[in-house]
């Protein structure tokens, strides 16, 4: 049995001219925190709303947990909840209201309701009208709601979105939390690398409609891996003596960069250089971050 969650196949979204999405193909496992990236206006909501069945797909499939969105959309999303913008609620009634409101169209157990609002640690304030809430606590009841009907998929659309730092802690460790403690599947996205970065453990970026990049995090920070920069005295003479111990090296404005030396190639390279009588004035690690890779990726202009 595959353990994939989520899987599309050539999903794409027209509207006139423009293809909000194009062709994209996502693969999302169990048990996994996908980060879905992207500026803003890159195609991330829409591809949510079509894994929801909200928008129609102009070509392609959606599969999740293996079954065909198109023909068993209603069984399907009974095992995924939500959070797309902003949670909506009725502001006059209580956090427990407002879900024992829902409660009931789900047709799911009382007692789920005390079990969902003690997840999001809103326990102490269900008595509470929605309108004396912050935003933080707002998000944290939209979550609850999602995580009534026990789902399997959780999808959130940028749950962090307006939180101060201490709210987006909250929201984050409630995130990682939950495939141990709940055993959920969680597709998260957002405009922000560094948040990702701290839960997710795949990744997948959007530009413009188009897929470019899906893999575990690891292979997103093995691309920041560090080069090594050398300032010394003759460069070129340096640079033709590096090039002859069989180590890449490329010489940018009298400094010369190592590409793929390892740790015990750098003082090999150094002693014969001070041996051959070059002055070393500088030895540095050169690391790109990874909203440098980000950007690089999705296009230098575009907005975290």
Known sequence: MSDMVIETQGLTKQYGRR????RADLNIRQGDIYGFLGPNGAGKTTTIRMLLGLIRPTEGTVRIFGRDLRKERL??????????ES??????LTAYENLEAQRRILGVDKSRIDEVLAAVRLTKEAKRAVKGYSLGMKQRLGIASSMLGNPKLLI??????????????EIRELIKSMPDQYGMTVLVSSHLLSEIDLMANRVGIIRRGDMVFQDGIEA?????????????????????????????VVLEEGRLLLEAADDEMVPRIVASLVEKGHLIYRVEEVRKSLEDIFLE?????SSL
């Open 297 to 301: 990726l999705v296009g230098g202009g």
């Open 220 to 248: 997103l920070r093995a691309r920041a891996a560090g080069k090594i920069r050398l300032i010394v005295s003759e460069p070129e003479q340096a640079n033709r003596c590096i090039s002859a111990m069989g180590c890449p």
């Open 156 to 169: 959130l659309d940028e749950p962090t979105n307006g939180l101060d730092p201490a709210g987006i802690q």
């Open 87 to 92: 949670p909506s609620y009725y502001s006059h």
């Open 75 to 84: 069984d399907i999303l009974r095992k995924v909840g939500s959070l797309v």
């Open 19 to 22: 293809r909000a999405v194009n």
